[in-house]
Each structure stands twice: as structure tokens, then as C-alpha cells.
């Protein structure tokens, strides 16, 4: 129950860091909560001495970015799509505090999560359902193909034909099948084959299992045990 918890939590909390850091990366930093206006109307502003300081700076594709705090203290954000070389003079002449900063370049693990992010996330998920789906994570997805059989040592495997009720033709006839294991060479040497297997047919809790058990216990011979669904 407990590995069950903390594989969900774990799971939500690695789709939520995914997440937080892809929209933190298109997130613009020096622009959150300010407003967006027309370049145009931002050089307004400017000449109209509406603006008290402005932050500019490189932005995708050798765009112009500028972020301003108006005197009322409200912040507003435009784009120039080229960098306006009589910006900084008009700043000046109006006594605008501005500060031009480089390009913000994200970090190699920023860029990582950004480029490989959404992928893996869609993967993990799917890995994630497609475990649930088979039975809590016990095979999980990747585990197709591999046997689940389980096997009986001849050290702990005490059931005998002593402990099958009834079948007794059942049981006769796989008599030769335990003196066959007990000793092959014996039949070999009298030109006997060696059987390739034996079938048990009947239907579901008639004993078949417990009589193919009872088989390896007299023959005292590992029982290997593997349901049909595996």
C-alpha cells in the first residue's frame, strides 16, 4: 500500500515539475504583470513624460523587448520588432531612467527539461497507466515476454499421491511417468523415449494441478508452477 502511495505521489510530482518549469521558461521574466501596449503608443508615452524608467532587452529573433514603469507606477511591456536607434535618445531627452540588459540565456537543464520535457512526461505517463493496467506494476510494461514461473524445490514440495483424494486411474496411469524420473536411464536403456510432456485435461478445480504436484513430490523433482493468463 505504501510503495503503491508513494509511486503515485511520485508521479504527480514529477508531471508538475515538468510542467512549472516549461511555463517558466516561455514565462518572461523582467514582463510578468505588466501590460501589453502598441510600440507606438509606448513612444507616446515617452515624448508626453508618462514613463518614469524602462528596462530594454534583447528578445527572439533580434527583437526589441522594453518593459517601463509608467508615474503611476503601473508596469507596461512592448515589443519593437528592430532595435529603434532614436529610443535612447528620446530617453534621454525625456529624462527616462532606462538600463539595457544582454539576451537572458537559459541554462543547459532549463533547456534539457524544455526540449525533452513534454516527451518524457507523455512517456512516463503512458509507462505509468500501462503498469496499472496490468495489476498494480507487478510485470509493468516492459515485462512482456518474461515467464513468471515459479518453482518447487523437491526439498519443499511434500505432496504426495497420498494427498490426492479420488483419481485413482488418474494416478495409475502417471505411475510410470514418476518411475521414469525416479530413474530415465533404466527406460532409456530398454529403448524408451523420453516423454515430451503429459496432459492433464478436465475442467477448472478437478485437481490438476495438485496431481502434476503429487507427481513431482513422488518423483522427488523441482515443480515448476505457471498460470494460463501468464
Given at each position: 500500500?505504501?510503495?503503491?502511495?508513494?509511486?503515485?505521489?511520485?508521479?504527480?510530482?514529477?508531471?508538475?515539475?515538468?510542467?512549472?518549469?516549461?511555463?517558466?521558461?516561455?514565462?518572461?521574466?523582467?514582463?510578468?504583470?505588466?501590460?501589453?501596449?502598441?510600440?507606438?503608443?509606448?513612444?507616446?508615452?515617452?515624448?508626453?513624460?508618462?514613463?518614469?524608467?524602462?528596462?530594454?532587452?534583447?528578445?527572439?529573433?533580434?527583437?526589441?523587448?522594453?518593459?517601463?514603469?509608467?508615474?503611476?507606477?503601473?508596469?507596461?511591456?512592448?515589443?519593437a520588432t528592430y532595435l529603434d536607434r532614436g529610443l535612447i535618445g528620446d530617453l534621454i531627452n525625456n529624462n527616462?531612467?532606462?538600463?539595457?540588459?544582454?539576451?537572458?540565456?537559459?541554462?543547459?537543464?532549463?533547456?534539457?527539461?524544455?526540449?525533452?520535457?513534454?516527451?518524457?512526461?507523455?512517456?512516463?505517463?503512458?509507462?505509468?497507466?500501462?503498469r496499472q493496467m496490468q495489476g498494480g506494476g507487478k510485470g509493468g510494461a516492459f515485462s512482456f515476454g518474461k515467464?513468471?514461473?515459479?518453482?518447487?524445490?523437491?526439498?519443499?514440495?511434500?505432496?504426495?499421491?497420498?494427498?490426492?483424494?479420488?483419481?485413482?486411474?488418474?494416478?495409475?496411469?502417471?505411475?510410470?511417468?514418476?518411475?521414469?524420473?525416479?530413474?530415465?536411464?533404466?527406460?532409456?536403456?530398454?529403448?524408451?523415449?523420453?516423454?515430451?510432456?503429459?496432459?492433464?485435461?478436465?475442467?477448472?478445480?478437478?485437481?490438476?494441478?495438485?496431481?502434476?504436484?503429487?507427481?513431482?513430490?513422488?518423483?522427488?523433482?523441482?515443480?515448476?508452477?505457471?498460470?494460463?493468463?501468464?
Amino acid at each position: 500500500m505504501n510503495n503503491q502511495w508513494f509511486s503515485k505521489v511520485a508521479v504527480w510530482l514529477v508531471i508538475a515539475m515538468v510542467l512549472f518549469t516549461v511555463f517558466k521558461q516561455f514565462d518572461t521574466r523582467t514582463g510578468v504583470g505588466a501590460g501589453s501596449i502598441g510600440y507606438s503608443e509606448f513612444l507616446e508615452d515617452v515624448r508626453t513624460h508618462r514613463i518614469k524608467s524602462a528596462t530594454i532587452q534583447e528578445g527572439q529573433g533580434g527583437s526589441t523587448e522594453i518593459v517601463a514603469v509608467t508615474n503611476d507606477d503601473r508596469r507596461i511591456r512592448t515589443t519593437a520588432t528592430y532595435l529603434d536607434r532614436g529610443l535612447i535618445g528620446d530617453l534621454i531627452n525625456n529624462n527616462v531612467k532606462f538600463d539595457v540588459r544582454p539576451r537572458e540565456e537559459g541554462s543547459l537543464l532549463m533547456t534539457l527539461l524544455v526540449s525533452w520535457g513534454p516527451m518524457l512526461l507523455l512517456i512516463g505517463v503512458w509507462v505509468y497507466f500501462m503498469r496499472q493496467m496490468q495489476g498494480g506494476g507487478k510485470g509493468g510494461a516492459f515485462s512482456f515476454g518474461k515467464s513468471k514461473a515459479r518453482m518447487l524445490d523437491e526439498n519443499n514440495n511434500t505432496i504426495t499421491f497420498a494427498d490426492v483424494a479420488g483419481c485413482d486411474e488418474a494416478k495409475e496411469e502417471v505411475k510410470e511417468v514418476v518411475d521414469f524420473l525416479k530413474d530415465p536411464q533404466k527406460f532409456q536403456k530398454l529403448g524408451g523415449r523420453i516423454p515430451r510432456g503429459l496432459l492433464l485435461v478436465g475442467p477448472p478445480g478437478t485437481g490438476k494441478t495438485l496431481l502434476a504436484k503429487s507427481i513431482a513430490g513422488e518423483a522427488k523433482v523441482p515443480f515448476f508452477s505457471i498460470s494460463g493468463s501468464d
